[in-house]
Every structure is written in structure tokens, then in C-alpha cells.
């Protein structure tokens, strides 16, 4: 599949070595143990989560409940399969207009996403636009006028350094006239002015709320699956500034630590609800558990 395919690094990385390592072997010992535990923390699973998946899988060992290798495998892929599981339902879309906010710092392809994700609501019949609350950066706004024209999805703008929650509440506005079904808000990904962007997200928040009971009905932190932990540490700085609903992680194509996912799930205790495997539009795909632990560990 795709998936597979884009996900070679990782299978070919950190996962390709699990394989060797337990290829054939017909007993678990410590020093198996201890290097298996390495080898997945280089996958970009954090320590506290192989923490986690060892003491099960140590004290199963210690009952001789798990004899060898393969048993071994099965049994840790069946234990991260549970953990990535907290995705456990869909987007539902509704009530519409559908009121998205999408959070995350520069550079982890948040427009690129937004993009991608009006190009696969669009692919579904859905009629989106996009509204550009990240007016502290001229670019940012120029950059989403610009996908909006390639993809036919209208853009809701105000000039830079405009009040950001009144562009989202003209977006708001312009999504129940025009009768529209998602509305992807942008916004500024400053981090490290954290109480501005806690005040910022809060006043958007509370202007669309007014307008549109429920609004916003998601808000996506979208996290680049390249900077490892790194991005668990902004997940969890974003959650303190704005309770997230959701994670988008881009760039999974690019890294050969996909362990990622697990810890962000495991630890987050937050949906993944898309991927990034690419950066052509198509290239972005729902996330869904089962699929990915499988085409990871095949
Ligand atoms: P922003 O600053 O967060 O808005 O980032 P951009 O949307 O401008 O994206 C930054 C770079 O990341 C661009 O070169 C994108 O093409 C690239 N990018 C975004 N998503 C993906 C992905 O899933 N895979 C790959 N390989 N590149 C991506």
C-alpha cells in the first residue's frame, strides 16, 4: 500500500532491527530485553512509554507466558496497537458550518496541511474555506490565498497585523451565509510568546463561540513527526494554552523513528486524526490505529 510504502524509513529503520533482533531467537533473556527497550526508544518511542510496554511484557516473560522471539513480536505489536487506539471515532462533520481550528509552530507544515485537508474535504463533496486568523505573518496570509486559488476554496483575509478573531468571526459569518460545510481556521503558531498566544486563541475562541454555538467544534494541533520528541514537549505547551482536540502528525514520510506515534497517543492520550506522508495534496490520510501498526510492523 501507500502507507507502507511511505513509511519505509521507519520500517526500514528502528522496525527492520526489532526484526533481526528477534528473528529465530528461541529464548528471551535480559540482555534481549535490554536491547529490544533501546532499540524502540530510537524509534522515537519515549522512555516512559517503553517503561510502560516493558513491565507488561517483563513480569508476561517472568510468567512464561512469552517463550521466544516471535511470541515477543506479536505480543509488543499488540501492545502499541492498544496504545495508538485512542482514536477511537471519526471526525463527525456535524453540525455544519464544521468549525476547525488549526493550531501548531511555523515550519511544521501547518499550511500545507490545511491545504491538504480542504483538498480531501473538497474530494468528498464538502464545500470548505479557509479563513487566515495567523495575521502576524504577511506570508502566512499570502501563502493560504494562494492554495485557495489553486484549489478553488475561498479564503477569508484581513490585511497583517489585523485582530485575528475578528477574521475568524467575518469567517464565521461568511461560512453560514455561504452555507458552507468546513470551515478551517489558521491561526498564529507563536509558542514561545505563550501568554500572547493563550490570550489570542482564547478571544477566537469565545468571538466564533458567540456566533456559532459549539464553535469551535475541533482544534488540531499539527506536529511534525521529523523533530521526535520535540513535538510531544510542544503538544503538551499546547494543550496548557488551548485544550486540543485532535493532533495532525505531518512528515511521517521523513522520519525513520514512526515510534512517535505511539508515545504522542500513548502519553497525549490525544487522537491522531490525520498523517502527512508526502507533500503532494493527495498525501495526507486519515489516521487510522490498526492500519498503521500493521503496515509499520509487516
Ligand atoms: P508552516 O510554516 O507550518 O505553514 O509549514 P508549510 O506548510 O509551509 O510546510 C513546510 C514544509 O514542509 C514544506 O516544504 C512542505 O512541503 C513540507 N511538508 C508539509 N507536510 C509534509 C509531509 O507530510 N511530508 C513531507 N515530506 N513534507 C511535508
Known sequence: SKLKLRLEKSRKGFMRQVDDLLFGKSKIDDELLDELEELLVTGDISVSTVEEIFSQVRSEVARSELQDGEALKTRLKAII?????????????????????MVGVNGVGKTTTIAKLGYHLKNQGKKVLFVASDTFRAAAIEQLQTWGERLDIPVIHHSPGADPSAVAFDGIQAALKRQVDVVL??????????VNLMEELKKIRKVIGKRLD????????????????NALNQARQ?????????????KLDGTARGGIVVSITNELKLPIRFIGIGEKMEDLEPFEPEVFVDALFS
Open 81 to 101: 496497537s492498544s496504545m495508538v487506539k485512542v482514536t477511537d471515532h471519526d471526525i463527525p462533520w456535524e453540525p455544519t458550518p464544521y468549525c476547525i481550528l
Open 238 to 250: 499546547f494543550h496548557e494554552v488551548t485544550p486540543l482536540t485532535g493532533i495532525i502528525l505531518t
Open 185 to 194: 481556521i489558521d491561526t498564529a503558531g507563536r509558542l514561545h510568546t505563550k
Open 214 to 229: 459549539g464553535a469551535p467544534h475541533e482544534v488540531l494541533l499539527v506536529l511534525d513527526a521529523t523533530t521526535g520528541q
